[in-house]
């Protein structure tokens, strides 16, 4: 190996090293961003019914700082190598895609698709090969939410909305009833599959302790939509 064959691979080393630092100072940035989303969510757990919209609202803008993190993610990856980098900013896409599912629900009570997830975090279609909201993150992202609607469940019934368990529980059953139908090979996303029967459970022993007290009226009485969310 002559000279010139080792300052090109130095070149390419150094290059490589660089980009990753590049890439990690906007993983950072993005990490603090779901941070805060996270946080802003979990006041949820001490919202009053009639402010749960305003809440959805005031987390908006931070899902859309969330976008500018991930635009300067996409232009720095390199054509064809989203397998290589997405390592890196995996954990922090799924806090993002659970922001997103989240405030989605909490203004609608239905489920964003993946398609509607990745337009609420500004990722093109043009980036596929960049940067891209895989199946398995979205997916991630639902369970947290889930997670989150099990203690909300819970919290909604102290704060007096005593209706707010039944359509959780509506809504939870049909996420439950979608993954049941799919083929999980990925030992981590199944294990996390396996929490929501907690979840599920949980939330069943809440509607029951307020249907017991009769501190709610059933659904079909109150007019709740009972059809599964879309999937």
Known sequence: MDSGDLEQL??????????????????????????????????????????VPRLARSVKPMLD????????????????EYWRWSGMWSFSLRAAAFGALFVHYLETETLLSLEGVSSVLGIKDEWKH????????????????????????????????????????????????GFSALNLKNDGLRRRFDSLKYDIKKIEEVVYDVSLRRLANSPKKEGVDESPAPR
């Not at 700082?65 to 064809?80: D, K, R």
């Not at 609607?149 to 039944?166: C, F, H, K, Q």
């Open 10 to 51: 130095n070149a390419l080393l150094d290059n490589e090293i660089d980009l990753k630092e590049k890439i990690k100072d906007f993983v950072s940035d993005f990490d603090k961003r779901t941070r805060r989303v996270q946080g802003a969510l979990n006041k949820i757990h001490s919202t009053p019914s009639e402010d």
């Open 65 to 80: 700082e969330c976008s500018l993190s991930v635009s300067a993610i996409a232009g720095l990856v390199p054509e064809f």
């Open 130 to 177: 960049k940067f891209t909201l895989q199946a398995e993150d979205y997916l991630h992202g639902l369970i947290t939410m889930v997670n989150e609607m099990s203690r909300w469940a819970v919290n909604a019934v102290t704060l007096g909305d005593y209706e707010r368990p039944i359509r959780i529980s509506i809504f939870v059953k049909s996420i439950f009833a």
